[in-house]
Nanobody, 124 residues
């Protein structure tokens, strides 16, 4: 079982950048695929990005492609989401998720482990 804790959220002006981190404890980190999701008030949780166990393969939602970068450091048991050129519509609670799988998932129900979330607010 893996425990996930996100950090790095905050308030930023449109066009700015933020870097989110996800620290894991417990479990064998490189057995897990990882994903980032976000949820805005009144909306469903949506896929943002995912990364394979080795970090060689990454996947992005069309809405963030070219602006966000997902990465992981298996030695440090951490994952990161670098967010550039932020827009007000990126405002949401961002969640890190993990699953003991081979291929990363792009839908929330497929992930078995979740962090508590970190708030990202992008001001116009």
């Amino acid at each position: 079982q893996v425990l996930l804790v996100e950090s790095g959220g905050g308030l930023v002006l449109a066009g700015g950048s933020l870097s989110l981190s996800c620290a894991a404890s417990g479990g064998t980190f490189n057995w897990y695929v990882l994903g980032w999701f976000r949820q805005a008030p009144g909306q469903e949780r949506e896929f943002v990005a995912a990364i394979s166990r080795s970090g060689d393969h990454t996947y992005y939602a069309d809405s963030v492609k070219g602006r966000f970068t997902i990465s992981r450091d298996n030695a440090k048991k951490t994952a990161h989401l670098q967010m550039n050129s932020l827009k007000p519509e990126d405002t949401a609670v961002y969640y890190c998720a993990a699953d003991h799988a081979v291929v990363p998932h792009t839908t929330a129900p497929e992930y078995g482990y979740w962090g508590q979330g970190t708030q990202v607010t992008v001001s116009p």
